[in-house]
């Protein structure tokens, strides 16, 4: 794509059976907007052209997350992971659910939620249920963020969230075994110092 793409790992703290909390920021000069750097995926608490999170799946449109892709798929969920490597995921014969390019599996959570729960070929889940509806730029493009990641054990992640406007910001995570991360952001700037 030409783009330049740059991942750094700022937070590691092992973990019992390999559930490590990991906090990961990751840029693509893609995801700046040359017209408009403050429109689109450039906003972000961690600076112009990077984002921090722990997965989300990504949606073109107002169609909700779980609902049928149009005929030429344009607008199907893409999967995003921490390190901002991205797959799209195609609807199956048995909707509603869905497999990615890399065989991840995605399925949508019972009651009409509007939530995804997504698995990785290793059987980790990750819960996507926190919908942000703000993010700028046209097309409208909605996410849902992972607030929690459980691996095959059982060992958990839970991320919190601060509600804002546009791109959520991660208050802190929690385990299943007492380790807990706080996130800060600065009064002036608004980044994120964990």
């Known amino acids: 794509t030409g783009s330049l793409q740059i991942h750094s790992t700022d937070v590691f703290v092992p973990?019992?059976?390999g559930r490590d909390i990991r906090v990961q920021r990751s840029y693509n000069?893609?995801?700046?907007?040359?017209?408009?750097?403050?429109a689109g995926?450039?906003?972000?608490?961690?600076?112009?052209?990077?984002?921090?999170?722990?997965?989300?799946?990504?949606r073109l449109g107002s169609n909700p997350l779980c609902g049928?892709?149009?005929?030429d798929g344009r607008d199907d969920p893409v999967l995003e992971?921490?390190?901002?490597?991205?797959?799209?995921?195609?609807?199956?014969?048995?909707?509603?659910?869905?497999?990615?390019t890399r065989m991840w599996r995605a399925d949508c959570m019972p009651g009409g939620s509007g939530s995804m729960r997504v698995f990785t070929?290793?059987?980790v889940r990750y819960d996507?249920?926190?919908?942000?509806?703000?993010?700028?730029?046209?097309?409208?493009?909605?996410?849902?963020?992972?607030?929690?990641?459980?691996?095959?054990?059982g060992n958990w992640i839970s991320i919190n969230y601060t509600p804002t406007?546009?791109?959520?910001?991660i208050a802190f995570l929690t385990t299943n075994d007492g380790r807990r991360v706080d996130f800060t952001y600065n009064a002036i700037t608004g980044l994120v110092e964990h």
């Open 15 to 17: 973990g019992q059976g």
């Open 29 to 38: 000069s893609n995801n700046i907007n040359p017209a408009n750097p403050a």
């Open 41 to 58: 995926e450039t906003q972000s608490h961690v600076g112009l052209g990077w984002n921090i999170h722990f997965g989300r799946v990504l």
């Open 68 to 71: 049928l892709n149009s005929a």
């Open 81 to 100: 992971l921490p390190d901002g490597s991205r797959q799209k995921l195609y609807f199956t014969q048995s909707v509603p659910n869905l497999l990615g």
């Open 121 to 123: 070929p290793e059987g």
């Open 128 to 153: 996507m249920t926190l919908l942000a509806t703000g993010l700028a730029g046209a097309p409208t493009i909605r996410a849902w963020y992972a607030t929690r990641i459980t691996d095959a054990n």
């Open 165 to 169: 406007a546009t791109i959520p910001r």
